[in-house]
C-alpha cells in the first residue's frame, strides 16, 4: 500500500488524473451495474411470480370445476334413483297392494341401507308443513326430528330440486366441514330427497382425464410445468413423476414435497432436477 502511494505521488499531474478518473467511472460503472441487476432480477423475478399465481389460480378453478361436476353428478344419480324408488312404492299403494303408510316405510328401509362415499347417506324432508314445520321423514340418525330452524334446510325446502353446498356436524363429530348435496322432490308425498355427504370423502369419484391435459398445457419458459398432487403426497398430474413423493428431498436436504402438502397455499423456493437435467437449479413453485 505504501509502494502504491509513492508512485501515485511521483505520478505527474495529468497522470493522476487520468487514473482517478478511470478508476471513478470503473467504480461508478460497477456499482451501476450491481444496482441495475438487483433492481432487473427484481423485476423478473416479481413478473415471473405474477404469471405463476395467474397460472395457478386459472389451474385451481379447472380442477375445482372438475371436482364439482363429480360430486355433482353422482348426488344428482343417487338423488333421482332414490326418487324412483319412492315412486315405485307408491305406485304399489295406488293400486292396493300395500298401504300408503307400508309404502313409506319400505322406501325408507331401502334408502337407509344406502351410503355416500365413506359417511354420507340418503334422508328425507317432510315439506307438507314448510316453512313452520320440516320435520325429517327419512333420517339414519335423527328420525323425525323437526329441522325448520336450519337455514339450509329453509333454503332446500324452497329449492326442491337441485344442488346445494353447507357446513354440517353431525353427533359425535369434532367440527362442521364442507358438505355437498343433491335434492329432488317427489311431490306425492311432499317428500325432498337429499343424497348427502361430505366433499372431501369424494375423491375417487374425480376422473383425473377431465382435467389432467389441460394443467399440463401450462408451460413457463423452457423447463417450467404445472403439477398435481394430494396431502399425502401422491403425483396426481406430472408431466415427468408418478408415483409418492412425500419423503423425497430436493438438492439441499429439504422435504420439498412433505412442505408443501403441510404449508397448501403460497410459494417455495427449492433446488430440483428432473429426469435428464445435468445438474439441480433454484424452482420456484406457487
Known amino acids: 500500500m505504501v509502494k502504491f502511494f509513492a508512485f501515485f505521488y511521483n505520478l505527474r499531474i495529468r497522470s493522476k488524473l487520468l487514473l482517478i478518473f478511470t478508476t471513478t467511472f470503473i467504480l461508478s460503472v460497477a456499482a451501476g451495474s450491481a444496482i441495475l441487476y438487483v433492481l432487473i432480477r427484481k423485476t423478473v423475478e ?7 399465481q395467474n397460472a395457478n389460480g386459472t389451474i385451481l378453478e379447472i380442477v375445482n370445476t372438475a371436482a364439482n361436476v363429480s360430486i355433482k353428478n353422482h348426488l344428482r344419480a343417487v338423488a333421482e334413483k332414490n326418487r324412483d324408488i319412492a315412486s315405485h312404492f307408491y305406485s304399489l299403494a295406488k293400486k292396493g297392494l300395500i298401504s300408503d303408510h307400508e309404502a313409506k316405510k319400505q322406501a325408507s328401509r331401502i334408502m337407509l341401507s344406502q351410503g355416500i362415499g365413506k359417511t354420507g347417506y340418503i334422508f328425507v324432508w317432510d315439506i307438507s308443513k314448510a316453512p313452520n314445520s320440516i320435520p325429517l321423514a327419512v333420517h339414519p340418525k335423527i328420525q323425525s326430528k323437526d329441522v325448520a330452524y336450519v337455514d339450509f334446510v329453509q333454503n332446500g325446502a324452497a329449492l326442491r330440486t337441485g344442488y346445494m353446498e353447507y357446513m354440517w356436524k353431525n353427533p359425535g363429530e369434532d367440527k362442521e366441514r364442507d358438505k355437498a348435496m343433491y335434492i329432488a322432490y317427489f311431490e306425492p308425498w311432499q317428500w325432498v330427497i337429499c343424497a348427502s355427504s361430505y366433499k372431501e370423502e369424494f375423491t ?21 410445468y404445472s403439477f398435481v398432487l394430494n396431502s399425502k403426497g401422491d403425483i396426481i398430474v406430472d408431466p415427468r413423476h408418478t408415483g409418492n413423493f412425500l419423503h423425497q428431498k430436493d438438492a439441499k436436504g429439504t422435504m420439498v414435497i412433505k412442505k408443501i402438502c403441510e404449508t397448501k397455499n403460497g410459494r417455495i423456493n427449492y433446488w430440483w432436477y428432473n429426469p435428464g437435467e445435468k445438474s439441480a437449479v ?5
Open 46 to 52: 416479481s413478473s415471473i411470480e405474477r404469471e405463476l
Open 204 to 224: 375417487g369419484l374425480i376422473n383425473i382425464d377431465d382435467f389432467k391435459n389441460q394443467v399440463l398445457s401450462f408451460r413457463f419458459g423452457k423447463t417450467g
Open 282 to 286: 433454484e424452482r420456484l413453485a406457487i
